[in-house]
């Protein structure tokens, strides 16, 4: 499952649609992880530019890698604008069991930060400003990507 959306992930309805495909997988463990903006050096929000070929890519290299293991993923991200106290990242992993879904999730989810092609500005002021102190050079590319 993977998912773009415009503006801030609504989360319990996202969620509810994952649970729904995976309370049938007998499966023991849905993991998930949001991650919300917060409040932090006057930034109002974040905005986000996604390269969508790359990153759907970039999940189906996960997708491939696990299709043997008995485990689904499940991404959700936003573009463009997305205020503090909000999310803009979720993603999931169902699996058999607890310990390999919690080691999943965070392999994932650490991939993710060095390898997707997403692009983040802060919003100070209104004004919409490169994030790139806290960006990192792509695995592969001469392009930058954000760190968090």
């Known amino acids: 499952m993977f998912e773009l959306h415009q503006g801030a992930l609504e989360i319990p309805s996202i969620y509810a649609r994952w649970y729904e495909y995976a309370k049938d997988k007998n499966c023991g463990a849905l993991i998930t992880f949001c991650g919300i903006v917060r409040a932090e050096d006057e930034i ?16 189906e290299k996960w997708c491939q890698k696990l299709a043997n293991e008995n485990v689904s993923l499940m991404f959700a991200h936003s573009i463009g604008e997305v205020k503090v106290h909000e999310s803009s990242y979720f993603a999931g992993v169902l699996s058999k069991q607890r310990k390999l879904g ?22 100070i002021n209104g004004e919409k400003i490169y994030a790139k102190e806290r960006s990192l050079k792509l695995q592969g590319t001469g392009i930058l990507s954000t760190k968090d």
């Open 44 to 59: 109002e929000a974040l905005s986000f530019d996604i390269y969508e070929p790359l990153l759907k890519t970039w999940f």
């Open 102 to 123: 919690l080691k999943l999730i965070n392999d994932f989810v650490e991939d993710f930060k060095a390898s997707a092609p997403i692009w983040k500005y802060d919003i």
